[in-house]
């Protein structure tokens, strides 16, 4: 029976990957490797780590996604970047976002086609894990990834930059979950600057 993503269950799910990223806030374990996958490409400045099929194979066998070897096409590549951004859009619902309907079929179609299957261990914790191989099978641990990182209770504290042209996925750590930016020191001040520009044209 396929997985679909309509809200997320008590079944444990144990951890698939562990990743640290080592700019601004980072979370750790499956937080972890979610935010690494979606801020694959920097929105604001340009830089784009999947700018082409060789290097979205090198990014997934760098995280144990999938073995080294297997063809990648430019229909894997233009996948692999619809359920990045289908993703954000699910991380951007911590902050009160949108999520189109849209986002939510890409999800439920990347389960669908890495068939995604509950698997139980001997100490009776279960994880979900893909039957397809290919990119088709890594995208399917990264969205089984999302569906463990949403029973985190830090899953909260994944957040979008509240900049329109940042978006940056980033871990607020503050104590009352308060954070809206990725960093004050960029997108904060600049998002201050503007404010301040536009009240000074409403009274010029």
Partial sequence: MPVIITHISLLAVTPIIGFEMAD????????????????????????????????????????????????VSEADLKHAIAVREAIRAVIGANTGGRVYPLDVATLNEAATASRLRARFSADGKARLEPE????????????????????????????????????????????NHSSRWCTMATCGNRQKARRFRERARSIA
């Avoid at 088709?136 to 909260?156: H, I, L, P, Q």
């Fill in 132 to 175: 397809a191989g290919g990119v088709a099978g890594a995208m399917g641990r990264v969205v089984a990834a999302v569906f463990s990182a949403m029973a985190d209770e830090g899953w909260s504290r994944l957040k979008l930059c509240s900049s329109p042209t940042c978006r940056w996925v980033f871990y607020d750590g503050s104590r």
């Fill in 24 to 71: 601004r806030d980072t979370a750790t374990g499956v937080l972890g490797l979610v935010q690494a996958f979606v801020n694959t490409v920097d929105l604001q400045d340009g830089p784009e780590e999947l700018a082409h099929p060789n290097a979205l194979e090198t990014w997934l066998v760098a995280h144990e996604l999938m073995q080294a070897g297997q063809p």
